[in-house]
């Protein structure tokens, strides 16, 4: 088996991230265009492409359960989150140093710490200077929604071309039990009212942004018993009003973390939950499933973090030629483009051979999730090293990639963070819902302690493609009987 | 008259640019209230702006050296139940 030639770095470990399902078919061309080397918009384009945020918009204009505004930690990789603050002009400079020593980078996003446009005086600067100093970069933004509206414009005169908004609710009975408060025509509002107005303000402009042709993403987060049936309309209403993508994610609630429903008890959504929601969005609209929830000054590859090799002192040291830097970038990105170019007429013929097969009866074997240790696409990983398990549905009619768990703990593990459950407990948990897991090696112990999950461990596809050795594990279980009847071993967490 | 910021003051910005009177002072290790030019937001709005929207809970005193925003009233997290996370916690 020849791996596939990629000019990728690193970042998310599996060769294609959607094969049988297609996030990008229901896109018109136009929005394929735009969409083709964002990492965070397009799936496949995620494992050529990298993205920046720089936090440069520390305030906010809303309170949300989840967020605790005082967080700052090194550990942490979750949204609201950074290390330092940085003034346009550092941001911009910081910005020229990655973008010239990471060809891959196609993406400047601002996402925070707080809201974007509740610092609209810092996050225009940033964009105004970058639109002139780097035209290659595609500049993004997201928010919150409330001050979306009175942004419109100057997003579009700064050719921001990519914008996410994130909405939880379109009922402010829901909306209630996610913001505390708003700030709005100079005051502090709360509860159902400060819903109602956010809401409002969120659709609003949303659509005015459909109407400026701007790219618009959706992002909410699943609270379990809050807003978890809800966010189907949410779906439904977004796309009917131009929105091109849903991006569900799970909240992270912590006791830790301090927030509101870390503290009150509020639990994450189970893989299996946000699964069977996002399917059941998927009918409606395109959905993403390879978001992996970056911090708010995140730089790399999704699910890669090397803003460390980015700090101000080092950049400030950094002798940056961007003209040059351009030339370079420019070369990366032509090849990168030809193969996945390539990549996706070798998919869309493949699509068109199975629909010219003759219907035949529904194909025997019931669907099974495994989860893969991947790098660069092949069954790469050692068990125990594995940080994330990328987590496949296999089928009669081929492997879709559902989604990633991740193993390692969230908080790299001081006295303030982290729980008493062993790191191998946490992983085989981490797995629930799952049948199979595929890695390169495995020890004795988490073999014995998966089986005992009921979850079989196989190693014999070492350095196989992961789609290749996803399928014929599938068929092998087929053929051995085991895929005519529901498991009663690996029951979901 | 003047409103006081104290240090649990997370520097977020949000009061800087809203205060009618110039007094928010940005600097370290926390955001001041320059107490000769604060008014309250008297005259100019119906509430203090820098209290209005700041998210700490007790950062931001009156002239009396009340918290604005006392414990529980931004988050809604009882004060008890903040604080026995935070001892069980420290316990682990």
């Known amino acids: 088996m020849i791996a596939p030639q990629a000019p990728r770095t690193a970042g998310c470990s599996a060769g294609s991230c959607g094969s049988s399902a297609g996030q990008m078919g229901g896109l018109s061309d136009k929005i394929r265009a735009k969409v083709q080397d964002h990492p965070c918009y397009s799936e496949d384009a995620h494992h050529y492409f990298a993205r ?9 204009n809303i309170q949300c359960h989840y967020c605790n505004r005082k967080y700052d930690c090194a550990n942490e990789s979750r949204p609201g989150v950074v290390s330092e603050l940085l003034t346009p002009d550092q941001a911009v400079k910081k910005t020229l140093a990655v973008a010239a020593t990471i060809p891959q980078m196609s993406v400047l996003g601002i996402a925070g710490p707080g ?15 970058l639109a002139l100093k780097a035209p290659d970069i595609k500049l993004c933004v997201s928010t919150n929604g409330l001050a ?45 009212k400060a819903a109602a107005i956010l809401i409002a303000q969120q659709q609003k402009g949303l659509e005015m942004l459909v109407a400026k042709g701007i790219l618009v993403k959706v992002n909410s987060v699943l609270i379990p018993g809050v807003n978890d049936e809800h966010l189907k309309e949410v779906s439904k209403l977004v796309k009917a009003k131009g929105a091109f993508l849903h991006n569900v994610m799970p909240l992270i609630a912590e006791a830790a973390h301090g927030t509101f429903y870390g503290l009150m ?3 994450s959504p189970r893989p299996d939950e946000l699964k069977a929601l996002q399917d059941a969005c998927a009918g409606d609209m395109n959905m993403m499933r390879h978001c992996r929830q970056c911090r708010a000054d995140a730089v790399g590859m999704l699910g890669e973090d090397r803003g460390d090799e980015f700090t101000l002192d080092k950049i400030e040291a950094m002798d940056i030629d961007y003209e040059a830097a351009m030339v370079v970038r420019a070369a990366f990105r032509a090849q990168a483009m030809a193969e996945l170019e ?20 529904k194909p025997a074997g019931r669907p099974v999730l495994m989860a893969v240790a991947a790098k660069n696409g092949a069954v790469a990983a050692h068990f125990g090293h594995a940080k994330e398990f990328l987590v496949y549905e296999a089928a009669a ?28 407990e946490r992983s085989i948990h981490a797995l ?4 199979v897991v595929l890695c390169s090696r495995i020890g004795i112990d988490p073999w014995r302690d998966l089986e005992a999950a009921g979850i079989q461990p196989n190693g014999e596809h070492a350095m196989e493609p992961v789609e290749d050795a996803v399928m014929v594990v599938w068929r092998e279980m087929l053929a051995a009987g085991k895929l005519d009847f529901k498991p009663s071993a690996a029951k979901c967490a | 008259m003047a409103l006081e910021i104290i240090e649990s003051c997370v520097s977020c910005h949000a009061c800087l640019a809203l205060c009618p009177s110039q007094a928010i002072i940005e600097t370290r290790p926390h955001f001041l209230i320059d107490a000769g030019k604060c008014s309250g937001c008297l005259g100019d709005f119906a509430d203090a702006q820098c209290a209005a929207i700041c998210p700490i809970e007790g950062a931001i005193l009156d002239e009396f050296g009340v918290a604005m925003n006392p414990p529980g009233s931004l988050t809604g997290i009882p004060p008890a139940r903040r604080a026995a996370a935070q001892a069980e916690i420290a316990a682990r």
């Open chain 1, 432 to 435: 629930a819902g799952c049948e």
């Open chain 1, 148 to 192: 979306l509206p009175e942004c419109v414009e100057e997003l579009a005169r700064h050719n921001i071309d990519h914008v996410t908004i994130t909405i939880n609710c379109i009922d402010p009975d829901v909306g209630a039990k996610i913001y505390p408060w708003i700030f709005w025509n100079n005051q502090r509002i709360h509860g159902r």
């Open chain 1, 265 to 267: 008890g509020q639990r």
């Open chain 1, 397 to 424: 009619d081929g492997v879709k990639f559902v989604g990633h768990r991740k193993v390692e703990q969230y908080c790299a593990g001081n006295e303030t963070c982290g729980d008493a459950e062993s790191v191998l």
């Open chain 1, 342 to 361: 390539a990549k996706r007429r070798h998919k869309e013929k493949a699509s068109q051979i199975l629909r010219f097969q003759p219907r035949v009866a």
């Open chain 1, 52 to 60: 920046m945020h720089v936090a440069v918009a520390p305030a906010c």
């Open chain 1, 115 to 129: 809201d974007p446009l509740a610092n609209p005086a810092r996050t225009f600067e940033t964009f105004r200077q």
